[in-house]
Structure formats: C-alpha cells, structure tokens
C-alpha cells in the first residue's frame, strides 16, 4: 500500500512539474510576442520625415506588400525616416521577422501573422502618404485624408486584435477565425482602394514637382 502511494504520488508530482513548465513556457512565449508587437508598433508611430532615397534602393522593383519595397516609397523615390535616422522600411521588417519567430513559437497560425504584418506595413504606407500630403500643402483635403487614416487605424487595430486572440484564446479564436478573416478582407480591399487612389492623386505632374521642390528646399 505504501508503494501504491509513493507510486501514485511520484506520478502525479510529475504530471504537475511539467504542467506548470508548460505553463511558464507559454508564459514566456506570449510575453516575447507581446514584446515584439510593441516593437513594431513602435516603427510606425516612430516615422518622422520623408527624404530622397538612395539612387541603389529607387531601381529595386516596386511592388506592394510582398516586395523591396511599399508603393508609395516607390512610386515616389522617397524613404521614409525615424527620429534616430533609421529607415523606416527596413527597422519595420526587421520588427516583423521576430515577431513571426516568436508568434510562431507560441504557436500562432501563419494566416494570423500575414493580416497583422500587412496591417503595419498598410499603416507605414499610409504614415508616408500623410507625410507627403503634408509637404505638398494637404492637396488631399483633410475629409480624405482623415478618412483614409481612420481606415487604416481600424484595420491595423483588427489585425492586432487578431493575433492577440490567437495568442490568448486559441480555441475560441478558431470557432471566429473564418468569419473574423472573412471581415478583414474585406477591409483591408477597401483600404487597398483608398490608398491607390490617393498616391495616384499625390503622383499627378504638379504635385511630384511640388513635392521635389518642397524636398530639395528642405533643410
């Protein structure tokens, strides 16, 4: 009998030590990605000013999202800054790359992490949109550009609020995660319109030279 219990009891301390050390792993998983979503929050809301980009990035290929390089960068020749002088692109893949190693490692499906990289990499876009308008005299209006802003705003906010569902409450993010993904892209094509159609609008002849000459004046 005593060996029964001293049995029982050795397994049942052992299921418990490796409960509670998958459950400070899990804790420290989710503080890493909780840390790394703030680091890359932290480079958009860090963008500062728009200047020139350097002859070698302005021949790497334009393309949205999954390329070199943001559209509106592009389309204009421009890099976008942080207060240190960093660029603005770079830091924010940097910030994506380790937050999809860590939320990956906490277990994150990769489709949570595409809507959220793409929401800060929609709201980097939109910073630099709004920078330019600034330059050249708000020729967007502040009705489209609030508009545009809020847009964005509230798809970022989505994705965040996504990832951080699937980090939290995994189970319950599953049974919401096609109707919530549904809802995001929907979203993110009406943000996509309203951002093509305001760089078309900053790209007209009179605003690229307004632009060039507010930026070569520039101190």
Do not use: K
């Not at 002859?55 to 393309?63: F, I, K, L, S, T």
């Not at 502040?142 to 809020?150: F, G, Q, R, V, Y």
């Not at 009406?190 to 951002?195: G, N």
Request: glycine share 8%; proline share 3%; with cysteine.
């Amino acid at each position: 009998m005593d060996l029964a219990y001293t049995t029982g009891g050795g397994i049942i301390g052992a299921a418990v030590t490796t409960y509670l050390a998958r459950n400070h792993e899990r804790r420290r998983l989710r503080a890493e990605v909780q840390q790394q979503l703030h680091r890359v929050g932290a480079v958009r809301d860090g963008v500062c000013d728009i200047v020139p980009s350097p002859v070698a990035d302005r021949r790497r290929p334009v393309q949205y999202m999954v390329g070199e390089r943001l559209l509106a960068t592009g389309e204009f020749g421009l890099s976008a800054l942080l207060d240190d002088g960093t660029d603005a692109e770079r830091a924010l893949r940097a910030a994506l790359e380790d937050l999809i190693v860590a939320a990956l490692s906490a277990g994150i499906p990769r489709r949570v992490l595409d809507f959220a990289g793409g929401g800060e990499e929609r709201a980097l876009q939109c910073e630099v949109i709004r920078l330019i308008d600034l330059r050249i005299g708000g020729v967007l209006g502040d009705e489209n550009l609030d508009a545009l802003m809020d847009a964005c705003d509230d798809y970022r906010e989505a994705t965040v609020q996504l990832l951080l569902q699937a980090l939290w409450h995994p189970w319950q993010n599953r049974l919401r995660m096609r109707a919530r993904i549904r809802t995001l892209r929907g979203q993110v094509a009406a943000l996509h319109r309203r951002q093509e159609t305001a760089i078309a609008f900053l790209a007209r002849p009179e605003h690229t030279r307004a632009l060039a000459q507010r930026i070569a004046s520039a101190p």
